[in-house]
């Protein structure tokens, strides 16, 4: 699951920069269904960095927690 939400962020780095360029701009049937598809794949990124995100914050947690256990430092509660 993980490996298609990169490849769905790639593509929606890729369209970022497709859409700024001037070639495309000139192109307004090529522009408006890129600017759809960044639109649509923004929302999806979000979601990604938003779970990424806090993936990231439970393993630094995990790991806190496990060198507290080996440390012997006792924790809240």
């Not at 649509?40 to 806190?64: C, F, G, H, M």
């Amino acid at each position: 699951m993980l490996d298609k939400l990169e490849a769905i962020k790639d593509r929606f780095e890729e369209v970022a920069q497709l859409i700024i360029q001037p070639d495309v701009m000139s192109d307004m049937g090529n522009y408006t269904k890129l600017s759809k598809e960044y639109k649509d794949l923004e929302k999806v990124v979000t979601a990604y960095d938003s779970y990424r995100l806090t993936l990231d914050n439970i393993n630094s947690t995990k790991a806190i927690l496990e060198k507290r256990e080996r440390s012997g430092i006792p924790g809240d509660g």
